[in-house]
Structures are given as C-alpha cells and as structure tokens.
C-alpha cells in the first residue's frame, strides 16, 4: 500500500476553528511595549499599574476568561521589561553629549550585518554605496575627560570601505560625533564615524565558518553569467555582494527585493526540502521535525546569525513545533507564545517592520494557506500547484498592508511578479544551499549545483526585468498607519465576502472592471505614444534622456540614457522602440550615462558615441563595459560630424573648444564640454544642448553656428547657469526640461522659466507632464504629455 505524499503545510482540520486562546496576550504584550517605546518610562509604569490592577480584580472576584488574566499578566510583565529598557535609554549618560553633537570614542559590538546606504549618481559622483549603517551594542564609550562602562544599542554611521567588511559578533572601536536617535527604538544615540574601526577582534568561530562557505558559494555562481551569478548568492543565504546594479533595481522595482533578504521563507523552503526527503523514506512525524529543525540550525550559521536570521528561524520552528506533536491547531499557539518570548527578550523588535511581517506572514501560512490550498485542490489543481499558489498568495495578502504603509504605494504588478517568481525560488534556494555545503569538498559539486540553478535563476531575472519594465504600475496610497489601516479593512472585507459563493462571482466583477479601467490608463495610457512624434523627452528622473525617430519604424536616436537603467528602457518600450541607430552621451556624468544598460536590454544598437571630453573616467570605463556586453563599438563624436537618416539629420556644433585636459572632478568643465547636437525632424529644428554651461554657452554665441531652433531641450535641467543671451539666441517655440521632482537642485530655475513663458514659449517640465512628445509639423507644432510623471525620491 502506497501512502499518499504528506503536505510540507501543516495539515489543518477545516471543521475546527483556530486555537486563539493566546493571541489576545500576544497583542497585548505587543501594545503594552510599543506604547512603552513611544511614550517613555512613565507610560510603562502606569500600563505597569493598570495590569496588576486588572490582574488582581480578576483573581478577587473570580471572574472573567481566562484568556483576560493570561493577557493581563502578560501584558504586565512586558510593561515591566520596557519600562526598565525605556528608563535605560532615558536616564543614558550619551544623551546630552549626543544632544550637543560631542565627539566620541566607542567600544562596540557588531549586532548586525552592516547595511548600506546607497546613492544614486549624479554628475561627476558615482551611484555608489559610500557608508554603511552599523546596529551595534555599546560596552564602552568615552566623551572628553568622562567614561563610561555602559550598554545600550547604538547605531554607527560609517564608511563602507572599511566598515563592510565586520561580521555580527566582532568588537571594534569607533571614533566620530554623535547625534540623537532619530528614532524612538530603544536606540541610545547614533555615532557619525571617522576612520577605520580599531582594535578589531576576530569574529566568533561560526562567523568564520559561514565566511568560508559563503566564499565558496560566490566562487561556483562564477560559472553562471553576472547577473544570475550575483542573484544566487543573495537568494540563497542574503549575499548581495555580487548583486549587478541591474538586477537590484528590477528586483526592487518589481516587488520581489525581500527574496534577496534571508527570512522565514529561506528556512520554509530549507525545511521543506529535508521534509520532503524524510517523508518519501517514510520518517516519523517526530523525527522529520528534529532533523528538519536541525537543517534550520544549520542554515542560520551559514546565513550568519544575526538578530534578523534568529527572528526568521524563530517564526520557522512555530511551523516545525506543529508537526512536531501533530497538530496544525497548535501552530498559532506557537506562533503567539514567539512573539511574546521575542518581544521579552528584546523589546525594539515591535518598532521593526521585519518582525511585524515575519509574523504576518508566519500566521498567514498557518491560517489562510492550508485552506486555500485544500479550497485549489478541490476544484482540481495538483496538490503541489495548489500550494505553490497558496503561500505566496496569503503571504503577500496579510502583508500588504503593512507594505503599503511603509512605502505610501501598492503595486498589483508585485502581485503577478511574485506569483510568477514562486516556482523558481525554491529550486534555486535549495541548489544554493547545497552548493555552498559542498565548496569545502570539491569545487566541481558545487559548480554544478551552481549551474543546475542557472534556468530558474534566468526566469527569476527575465521577470524582474519584464515587472520592472511595466510602466504605472504603482499606484500611490496612504503612507503611515492611517494607510496601513485602510488596506487592511480592504483585505478582511475581501476575506470575509470571498466566502461566499454569491459575493465571489461579484468580487471578480469588481477585479475585472478595475482592470478593464487600470490596464488601458495606467499600463497602456490612450493616445500614447501619439502618432507622428518626432521627439520624445523621456521622464527618468534627474537626468536625461531625448528620443529622436528616424523615419524607420521601431527605431530611433537616443541622446543621453538617465541615471538608471529601468526610467529609459520603460520609456522606450512605451515607444515600442526595437533598435537604437545611434546612442549619443552628451557628456560622461551619471545622469547622462548611468541607465545605458537599461537603453541596450534586449535591442539592437549600431553604435555609442561619446563627446571628445572621455572625464570622469569611472563613467568611460562603465560606459565601454557596458558597451562591449552588448556587442556595440564606442565611436567618438566631434563638431561637424553630420549624420542622416530618413526622417532625422544630426549636426553636431559644440562643443566648440573642447578642453584638452579637463578635471573629472570639476563639474562645470565637464558639463561645458557636452556634446551639442542641432536635430532637424518633421516637427521642426531641435537643439540638444546636454549640460553646457555659461562659458560654453557663451563660445557658441561668439561661434557663429545657427542656433535658432523650434525645440529647446534646457541645458543642464534647468540650471540657474544659462545666460538670457543663449536663450534669445535660440528663441524657441517649445521648450522640454528634463528634470527630477523634488530635486534638491531646485531645478528648473523659476526665473528662467518664467521668462520662456512671457516670450510666448511653451514649456514642458518631465517632473510634472511625465514623458513629452513634439508632434505635428514645424507650422503646427505641439507637445503632447502621457501624464504619471516619476515620484519624488523617497
């Protein structure tokens, strides 16, 4: 007699409803000590007051549910463990220095795996992660002539070259100013560090241990190519050292950036795996949980034991302790008795969003996965397909709310890219995990487990890009609680009418006509791209980005690609562009060059021309790696070069003296050698004019060279540094400004706008119009805006 396969999902008697006997003492707990963290001691004291006093009523007057004094003592002794935590912070001898912003020396240890703060390139500045945000526990610290041997969680601000490299559990000290937490997390004061760490010790021996098998994991991704070779490392054990820029920004864009974060989903799909394998040996239920329980343990030292991986193994074991004794009703028991030990023991965790959506996540796959899998499977989806879908789709359901309060935005694209993304994600994590567990054996097992992840890293990559890709696809929501709230009555009155069999049918009534409405407005807005365009300023936020028809349909001229790769290669599938004749950077700043990745992905190119200014030279080198990966040459552009296409002649008349040695560092030189380009199209004359700023500007006038031109696209975004005498020079009908909402360049200048606009000039700015397109012929000329500009950078 053959038994059927087991479900890795703890199996849940539909008849009976879910022990909830402790959760109203989880969610009191988690009150009691958020409102302690927020309001301070004294609030601890009298919620301290507040549940002995209900406590004491209940046990006298032998009344009321047991459920009420377990909650009640509960939520007592968590007052007590945060007002005391509370008090520390209060009473801490760093406060007042960190008040004045005094200088500071502190002995510290690593809490956490350094994380960075990345930047997005402008000008001559690289998009780069230059500092890392470091959680630390202080042992020591001293101000001036004052010491003191004293704890508390700190929060040091370093540079990334140096700091990056600490692993959780090394000790260092560190030297900078402090400053006040900006945040009420129990956190004592934040250190802007200076310098190196010294004084390092070495990091404890499973820090070690998990360094080697890391390090071996990178070196077997090495026989996949660089982007699914720098994903398998961070989907596996949260390794994003590898990452290409690319593919961080799709999986971002796209909704799926937590995959590369270990979590509870990690140690799931770990478990799962051992699971699987014990149940087809026929294992006791017993036995499956410890060796599964086991596995855990060992992909939390090679995930690295930091405080977020404990959190993640400890919302995994509530699963593994159900199957352990047999019984799915105990998972949410479990799950509440995890939250209040986590919160006891470390009270910050109920101001971390990651707590709070590893427990919605947790609780979803314990209470809504089960039921809508068995739900799948009666209407005759396969158990494995039934449960691919399910946890995702409850995952992603109870944490949406949270979500959309956090980041003021709700993605449905996130809904389908995750939905697409789940059959490949376990595969992969399994096979990543093995190949790190065999590097210390041999190099070839792990190369080829390595490379058998390669096709489910491919489509992992391939839907990232395509997600990422959709233009509209977030809308804005509510930030904050308030927002968070909102869509949480959203999902429970979803929950709770989905019930039932009438309310289904008119639900999917609803789903389709929001479709029927968002799809052709938001995804495919009416009228765009409109017939005829000539020009089109792409929206990639602070930089640049000017399309240019050829007369050949699907392909165009590109002048300048924006800072990132995702803005410009969405703006040209909204055009339906298939190939790039030509691809012009003006000049090499990283608002210019930095998306040319983005404007190449899955086109053909002919050529990448540059200007005779090759500064700064990070940019040409990433601009001809970039190139080369695409199999494009780099040519060089100078003033009058003439080039023709059907419908499109390039002249290009500045710069006029190019420097022959020019600073990288020195912005305005490198700006005032951008390339000048005079388009002549159906619509009428155009005149690129890149950055250039005064002096270069002022070398044209005095060229002689025919500036007037129908179309302007503003120099430099709208810089304050172009001279009123350019601009009457050029006297244009239409003026495009590609700029950034909320720049903090208050780009464009009002002034010089204004007076556009009072000589009779349209002007279209991308932050607010989105992309603008010049239609028509030169005597009707017209602009034409899509709408749904770029949000402001968060």
């Known amino acids: 007699m053959t038994l059927p396969a087991r479900s890795p999902i703890p199996d849940l008697d539909p008849p009976r409803p879910p022990d909830l006997r402790l959760v109203p003492a989880a969610l009191a707990v988690w009150a009691v000590v958020l409102l302690g963290i927020g309001l301070g001691p004294i609030a601890g004291v009298a ?29 007592g002794a968590a007052a007590l463990v945060v007002t005391a935590h509370a008090l520390l912070v209060d009473r801490h001898p760093l406060r007042a220095p960190a008040e004045r912003g005094a200088a500071a020396a502190m002995r510290v240890v690593v809490a956490d795996d350094p994380r960075p703060i990345r930047t997005a390139g402008y000008g001559a500045q690289p998009g780069r992660a230059g500092q890392v945000v470091v959680p630390a526990a202080l042992e020591r610290a001293e101000v001036g002539a004052d010491a003191w041997a004293v704890g508390g969680r700190v929060l040091l601000i370093a540079p990334a070259d140096e700091w990056s490299v600490l692993l959780p559990g090394q000790a260092a000290t560190a030297h900078g100013l402090l400053a006040p937490a900006g945040r009420s997390d129990l956190t004592v004061a934040v250190l802007r560090v200076r310098g190196p760490p010294g004084e390092v010790e070495p990091p404890p021996w499973w820090q070690h241990a998990a360094g080697g098998l890391r390090a071996g994991l990178r070196e077997a991704a090495q ?20 990452l290409t820029a690319e593919v961080e920004a799709d999986f971002r864009a796209a909704g799926l950036s937590h995959l590369l974060a270990v979590s509870g989903a990690n140690l799931a799909i770990v478990a799962g795996a051992v699971l699987a394998l ?32 404990v959190r993640a193994a400890a919302m995994a074991a509530v699963v593994l302790l159900a199957l352990a004794i047999g019984r799915g009703r105990s998972a949410l028991p479990a799950l509440a008795a995890a939250v209040m030990v986590l919160l006891l023991a470390d009270p910050a965790l109920a101001v971390d969003p990651g707590f709070a959506l590893s427990v919605l996540a947790t609780a979803a796959l314990v209470l809504l996965a089960p039921g809508w899998s068995a739900a799948l499977q009666r209407r005759g989806v396969p158990r494995w397909g039934a449960e691919a879908l399910a946890v995702p789709a409850a995952a992603f359901l109870a944490t949406a709310p949270l979500v959309a309060g956090l980041n003021a935005q709700v993605s449905p694209v996130a809904v389908v890219a995750n939905l697409l993304a789940v059959p490949a994600v376990a595969p992969a994590t399994v096979l990543g995990v093995l190949a790190a567990v065999l590097s210390p054996l041999a190099a070839l097992p792990a190369q080829v487990c390595a490379w058998a992840a390669g096709p489910a890293l491919w489509w992992l990559v391939l839907v990232a890009d395509r997600s990422a890709a959709v233009p509209g696809a977030v809308l804005d929501w509510p930030g904050g609680l308030p927002g968070a709230a909102l869509l949480g009555l959203l999902v429970l009155g979803l929950l709770w009418f989905g019930r039932s069999p009438r309310w289904q049918a008119l639900l999917v009534a609803v789903a389709l006509g929001f479709a029927l409405v968002l799809v052709p407005t938001r995804i495919v807005p009416p009228g765009w791209p409109p017939p005829g365009w000539a020009v089109v300023a792409c929206d990639v936020g602070q930089g640049d980005a000017v399309v240019l028809a050829t007369g050949r349909p699907g392909w165009v001229v590109l002048v300048d690609a924006g800072p990132d790769p995702g803005p410009v290669d969405a703006c040209l599938d909204r055009l ?13 700043h990283a608002d210019h060059v930095g998306g040319l990745a983005g404007a190449l992905r899955d086109r053909t ?36 070069n003439r080039l023709e296409w059907p419908a499109l002649t390039l002249e290009v008349i500045g710069p006029q003296h190019p420097a022959a040695f020019v600073d990288g560092d020195d912005g305005t030189a490198v700006n005032d050698g951008s390339l000048v380009l005079r388009a002549r199209t159906p619509a009428g004359s155009v005149l690129l004019t890149g950055d250039v700023e005064l002096a270069a500007q002022a070398d044209l006038l005095a060229s002689g060279a025919d500036l007037r031109a129908d179309v302007l696209k503003m120099p430099h975004h709208g810089s304050r540094y172009t001279s009123v005498a350019f601009l009457n020079a050029v006297a244009p009908r239409a003026v495009l400004v590609s700029v950034g909402a909320g720049n903090r360049y208050r780009h464009p200048d009002p002034g010089l706008v204004g007076g556009l606009e009072r000589a009779g000039a349209t002007v279209r700015r991308t932050d607010l119009a989105g992309d603008v397109a010049v239609v028509g012929g030169s005597a009707d000329l017209e602009l034409a805006s899509r709408g749904s500009p770029l949000p402001a950078p968060r």
């Open 47 to 75: 919620m301290l007051i507040g549940c002995v006093l209900l406590v004491g009523v209940t046990v006298v007057r032998r009344r009321g549910a047991p459920w009420v004094l377990a909650a009640g003592g509960c939520a």
């Open 576 to 588: 339906g562009v298939q190939g790039i004749s030509l691809v012009v950077l003006s000049h090499l």
């Open 223 to 242: 026989v996949l190519p660089p982007a699914q070779g720098g994903l398998l490392p961070g989907l596996a054990v949260g390794d994003t050292s590898l």
């Open 605 to 640: 190119a002919g050529v990448v021309g540059v200007g005779p200014v090759r500064e700064p030279g990070w940019a040409l080198r990433d601009v001809a790696g970039t190139a080369a990966d695409a199999g494009v040459p780099l040519v060089a552009l100078a003033a009058g």
């Open 278 to 309: 014990l149940r087809v040996l026929r294992a006791d239920p017993r036995l499956s949980a410890a060796v599964s329980a086991a596995a855990v343990l060992g992909f939390v030292v090679l995930a690295r034991p930091s405080p977020s991986v």
